[in-house]
């Protein structure tokens, strides 16, 4: 829900701040936060007690960083609550988005990840996503994002 976009913002920030991938003042913050805001993609969230515990995005091509055609969508901003993790939800998030894509008719997704964000590409291993490495993208200096992808509908 729209009125749900600015705490889900913070759950975001606070995941990649809590597992030392985001310094709180970071320039990149503000830009993690927004994402989906501005009604681009569909942002998924996973809820327990009546509280958002983590959060996935679709993002459809032409409106990403990673896909090159519209055949390809990417997941952006993959998170889950510090007190949440190591529960499911965020192999549960992955298969959401999973889903969404494949009935949408993408055929390929793609989604970018940290060199140290180890649990997360177990995660995503574990899903059937493969490295792209000739797609990683060297953002700055001393930060080289790797890309994944998975098949998805006949071309699995």
């Given at each position: ?115 140290d964000m180890a649990a997360a ?21 001393g930060l080289t994002l790797l ?10």
């Amino acid at each position: 829900m729209p009125a749900e976009l600015e705490e889900v913002g913070r759950l975001r920030v606070a995941a990649y701040v809590a597992g030392g991938f985001l310094s709180p003042d970071s320039e990149y913050a503000p830009h993690l936060a927004a994402l989906g805001a501005n009604g681009s993609g569909q942002v998924l969230v996973a809820v327990r007690d009546y509280q958002i515990v983590g959060t996935a995005m679709l993002q459809p091509w032409p409106d990403t960083e990673l896909a090159t055609g519209p055949e390809e969508a990417e997941i952006r901003a993959l998170a889950v609550a510090p007190d949440g993790q190591r529960g499911g939800t965020g192999s549960a998030l992955l298969q959401a988005v999973i889903g969404r894509a494949d009935a949408a008719g993408v055929r390929h997704l793609v989604l970018y990840t940290q060199s140290d964000m180890a649990a997360a590409q177990r995660l995503y291993q574990r899903a059937g996503f493969t490295r792209l490495a000739r797609r990683d993208w060297a953002v700055q200096p001393g930060l080289t994002l790797l890309a994944y992808g998975l098949r998805l509908g006949q071309d699995q």
